[in-house]
């Protein structure tokens, strides 16, 4: 999930002086802002249904476009990857065991190189570090492509890749995020916030139908090398960015143990950012089902076939996810980001509880689907949140948290549902977890205001 606003006493000035611009009006802390933003009000010349569709205004910057753009290929690519990595691995060994021992070594380094890419992003011009962890994950992909032409047939091989190319991505994932407040106005992040994750749900849905499609067709090795060209097209949309250097004023630090300390007592010292982590903890980890969906599909949902029960049940979350993202105007111009995080996160544990009441496949498919416009808009307000109420030396350090909470939320969830719904049963397991993420999430609004004030 993702979302969250601003008015702690604790958090960054509100408005434009948050966000870091790159030439136009400057602002309090001397930055500056794309040109336009002040004469671009939202919602301002959008009339009729476009008032629903999508906010595009930030496609109007063309870094950010630039940026965006490139993710439309990358999004399918890195899917092609998701699916022929296990792929490969079970046909070499057969068994399940060994894809959930690779997905663990991958996890791990994403972890801890995020959280040191995050410092390292506060440290560095981000362009730069853009430039050469997209030109890492290009190259891991070509060697994946090399070692499945060869035939190597190693899981040690894959596991080192894969390995290696989520550290990659850790570094990756911090300063990508971060640099889109340098990219375009506060008002925008939103609307930003909006098209970047439209994009990467819609490549979760197309892109394993595309890699189902292609692997009897071209084969499982040319996953790989699809991934790696798609790549290219990200190293050049990073090269045309303008430079991205730490602002000027800001220490010289290096990127340690200390720094990355530094980020989680920033943390803990702006209620706003701590909450916004929270709310994601509170529904991914107790309200985030897939584990049981294989279950469900062969017990529940057995009469409609498990092979389409499961396929559908996979597929509703980032389904929904994407129409959200399509009429994203409807919410992207609220101004009132945290109780836009609240809603949404207690929006996400209903529709998860009516999940688990239902016993018909197309009424759990539409509770499914409800919970992933809820979780588009919790990722728009939440990402607008991060960017906006943290200052530009801190934004590197909050993202990598924000990338190991997203990634380590759902994992965490897996063992959890597992674990609840063989004591009890999986319909009762998440049912039960919806609603604690709606009591949960109300609780901490109720005792905490920070989040209930937070607006730009």
Request: contains cysteine; positive net charge; proline residues 5%.
């Amino acid at each position: 999930m993702d979302s969250s606003e601003r008015t702690d006493s604790s958090a960054a000035p509100s408005g434009s002086s948050t966000a870091p611009r790159d030439g136009g009006t400057a602002s309090s802390d001397g930055r500056t802002a794309p040109s336009g933003d002040a004469s671009d009000p939202p919602g301002a010349g959008r009339r009729g249904w476009r008032r629903w569709a999508m906010d595009t205004r930030p496609l109007r910057r063309p870094a950010f476009r630039r940026l965006w753009s490139s993710t439309i290929v990358t999004a399918v690519g890195s899917q092609l990857t998701a699916v022929a990595v296990p792929k490969q691995i079970y046909d070499i060994t057969g068994s399940s065991a060994w894809v959930g021992y690779a997905s663990l070594a991958g996890l791990v380094p994403m972890v801890v190189f995020a959280l040191w890419g995050g410092a390292v992003a506060d440290t560095v011009d981000r362009r730069k570090l853009l430039l050469v962890t997209n030109s890492g994950i290009a190259v891991t992909s070509l060697l994946f492509w090399l070692q499945a032409v060869a035939r190597f047939d190693s899981v040690v091989v894959l596991m080192v890749l894969l390995a290696v190319q989520q550290a990659f991505f850790g570094l990756n994932s911090p300063a990508r995020n971060a640099s889109i407040a340098r990219l375009v106005p506060a008002g925008e992040l939103a609307a930003a916030n909006a098209l970047g994750s439209t994009v990467m749900q819609t490549g979760l849905v197309a892109g394993p139908l595309l890699a189902g499609a292609l692997i009897p067709v071209i084969g499982l090795p040319e996953l790989y090398l699809i991934d790696a060209v798609a790549l290219c097209a990200t190293v050049w949309a990073v090269w045309r960015l303008p430079a991205l250097p730490p602002l000027a004023g800001a220490a010289v630090r290096r990127a340690g143990v200390r720094e990355i300390a530094d980020g989680f007592r920033y943390i803990s010292g702006h209620k706003v950012l701590l909450l916004s982590f929270l709310a994601d903890i509170i529904a991914m980890v107790f309200g985030m089902p897939r584990a049981l969906f294989p279950q469900l599909a062969a017990e529940t949902y057995a009469p409609y076939g498990e092979g389409l029960a499961l396929g559908l049940l996979f597929a509703a979350i980032p389904v929904g996810a994407v129409v959200g993202g399509l009429f994203s105007g409807t919410f992207s111009r609220a101004r009132r980001h945290g109780w836009m995080v609240i809603g949404a996160v207690t929006a996400w544990g209903a529709a998860v509880t009516g999940f688990g009441l239902s016993r018909g496949l197309w009424f759990a498919v539409v509770f499914l689907a409800a919970a992933g416009v809820a979780d588009m808009v919790s990722m728009v307000f939440r990402g607008a949140i991060l960017l906006s109420a943290a200052t530009d030396e801190m934004r590197g350090r909050m993202q990598g948290v924000f990338t190991v909470v997203v990634a380590g939320g759902p994992r965490l969830a897996d063992v959890l549902h597992g674990t609840a719904g063989s004591a009890f049963g999986p319909r009762a397991a998440v049912a039960g977890g919806g609603l604690l993420v709606v009591v949960l999430m109300l609780g901490l609004a109720a005792a905490v205001p920070a989040l209930r004030r937070y607006r730009i």
